[in-house]
Structure formats: C-alpha cells, structure tokens
C-alpha cells in the first residue's frame, strides 16, 4: 500500500518561500504522476501543479511564476517551492499521486497546514 | 472560485437518495473528460470514491454511484447512512489549464 507524507514547515513568512516535501513509501515514483493540491480554509481544492517521474512539469497558470516542482530520487521525495507568499497561501497542502494527467488521484498525503504570517 | 460548479449543500434522511451535481464546460467535462468523485470527513485528506465517471475503487459500497451527461455530471447515495455525512468533491481535467479542476465541494447531511 503507497504512503505519502507531506512534511516542512507549519508556518512562512510573507514574501518568503515556502517548502514541502512529499515522501513516498512502499512504491517506486517512477511511472506515475505526482500532484500538489491546496485547499484553504473552508474552501474547495486548488490543483498546484504536477511532476512526471521523468521530469517533466505541468502548472497551474495561476502559480506558474512562483513555483517550481521536483524530485528527490534519492529519499523518495517529491518537492515543492512556492515563492513569495502572502496571507492568501495559507492552506492544506497535500500531495497526490496519479496513473495520468487526466485520471484520478487514488493515493493522498494527510495533508500539512502552512500557514503566511509574520 | 471553483471551476466545477457543485451545490452547497444536499441533505436527507436516513435511507433516502440523495444526488449531488457538478456543472462544467467544453474544455473539461464536456470535452469528454471523466469525471472523479472525492469524500472528505473533517480533518481528513479526500478519499477517491468515484473514478472514471462510474466506477469504484475496491472496498467503496455499491450506495455510491456515478454518471455523466454532457458537460455535467451526478454522484448519488441511495440508503442514506449517517456515516455519509461529509464533504464531497468532483475532478476533471481540463484541456485549457492541462491540468486538474475541482468543484468548490457539496456539504451532506443526514438528517
């Protein structure tokens, strides 16, 4: 059964960067998709973004300047870096994994709370 | 502001059949693109329950049930359970962000 883990900090300043990783366990990442999904508070998810096991990157328009996804082939870890945040990131971040651009997310993380402020 | 449109809120008693919609466009449902279901319990990350338009992962109960006509589509419950209580949510793909969209969610209540 895959397990992800989403882990980094609880709390970020305004203009700074905020960090996560996404740790995979008992699964390989190669061959799938893997997704950044937000959802503030009382609101509805936000797709952030996607990193295919090869490399390659999709964004959300809305995120395209300030973020940027990777990998970690070494810890199993798939990253996250959002820039210069403001109050309006804060959220549940979680991460996902999928078959498919276009097919459902059918392994979560438990979600991480980050919230921007001084 | 969600690009699948959902209601609110649906609620019903026990036992009943309730029915939740999600209204999209031409670059996403209606492009043909499935449709995916999520159940939300507070605190607690989604849990897929719907993919594919219709089916349902292995261990979901038959009560669940999904459909898609046009550029919407339907999650219904039938024998409302008071463990049903929960956010649910719909997810297409859409051809013009290429990338996944939501529905801003539908709170169910048993009654």
């Known amino acids: 059964q895959v397990q992800l883990q989403e882990s980094g900090p609880g709390l970020v300043k305004p203009a700074e960067t905020l960090s996560l990783a996404c740790s995979v366990s008992a699964g390989s990442m190669s061959g799938h998709y893997w997704s950044w999904i937000r959802q503030p508070a009382g609101k509805g998810l936000e797709w952030i973004g996607r990193?295919?096991?090869?490399?390659?990157?999709n964004y959300n328009p809305s995120f395209k300047s300030r973020v940027t996804m990777s990998v970690d082939a070494s810890k199993n870890q798939f990253l996250m870096s959002l820039r210069s945040v403001t109050a309006a990131d804060t959220a549940v971040y979680y991460c996902?994994?999928?078959?498919?651009?276009?097919?459902?997310?059918?392994?979560w993380g438990q979600g991480i709370l980050v919230t921007v402020s001084s | 502001q969600s690009v699948l449109t959902q209601p609110p809120s649906v609620s019903g008693a026990p036992g009943q059949r309730v029915t939740i919609s999600c209204t999209g466009n031409s670059s996403n449902i209606g492009a043909g693109y499935h449709v995916n279901w999520y159940q939300q319990l507070p605190g607690t990350a989604p849990k897929l329950l719907i993919y594919g338009d219709s089916s349902r992962p292995s261990g979901v109960p038959d009560r669940f049930s999904g459909s898609k006509s046009g550029s919407s589509a339907s999650l219904a419950i039938t024998g409302l359970q008071a463990e049903d209580e929960a956010d649910y949510c719909c997810?297409?793909?859409?051809?013009?962000?290429?990338?996944?969209?939501f529905g801003s969610g539908t709170t169910v209540t048993v009654l």
């Open positions: 997810q297409s793909y859409d051809s013009s962000l290429s990338g996944s969209v």
């Open positions: 996902a994994r999928h078959s498919s651009p276009h097919t459902s997310f059918d392994y």
């Open positions: 990193f295919f096991s090869s490399g390659s990157t």
